[in-house]
């Protein structure tokens, strides 16, 4: 089976955009939503990569997403430590039942934002790097 590098590259643009757009926001102060956007786009990139190889992905937990990619022999410890700390921002972010009181934005800060992140860089530069194994 080949590599669909089409159906990859729609979604890894995506990813790149949805990154860039999380470092606007965390520069604007807007922290819960610069990690709601570091969530999506390690999604997106993942999913990219899952879509890539001929698998159809489901669900939006980066945990679950990464697991196909382990059972296909890749090492996968570092990017399912930091789809861990992403997963934590999927709901969280953005509604306010969520939380015991107050309103999603007033529980992010820039530290939260910056690990947020980063942890959506190593993952996007682990399923670049990934791919590119796929495409020789």
């Given at each position: ?9 729609r ?7 949805t990154l860039d ?7 604007n102060r ?8 570091a ?16 698998l ?5 937990s980066?945990?679950?997403?990464v697991g196909?990619?382990k ?12 789809s861990?700390?992403?997963?934590r ?8 039942n969520a ?9 992010y800060d820039e ?5 947020a ?8 530069n682990?399923v670049?790097?990934?791919?590119r194994r796929?495409?020789?």
């Amino acid at each position: 089976m080949g590599f669909d590098k089409k159906e990859f590259e729609r979604w890894i643009k995506q990813a790149e955009y949805t990154l860039d757009s999380a470092r606007e926001d965390m520069e604007n102060r807007r922290f819960s939503w610069a990690c709601f956007k570091a969530q999506q786009s390690a999604e997106y990139a993942v999913k990219g990569l899952l879509y890539g190889i001929g698998l159809i992905p489901v669900g939006h937990s980066l945990i679950r997403l990464v697991g196909p990619l382990k059972r296909r022999g890749l090492d996968v410890n570092e990017a399912l430590r930091h789809s861990r700390l992403l997963d934590r921002h999927y709901i969280p972010t953005r509604y306010p039942n969520a939380h015991p009181e107050g309103s999603p934005f007033e529980y992010y800060d820039e530290y939260t934002a910056k690990e947020a992140i980063h942890s959506a860089e190593v993952i996007l530069n682990f399923v670049l790097e990934v791919s590119r194994r796929w495409l020789k």
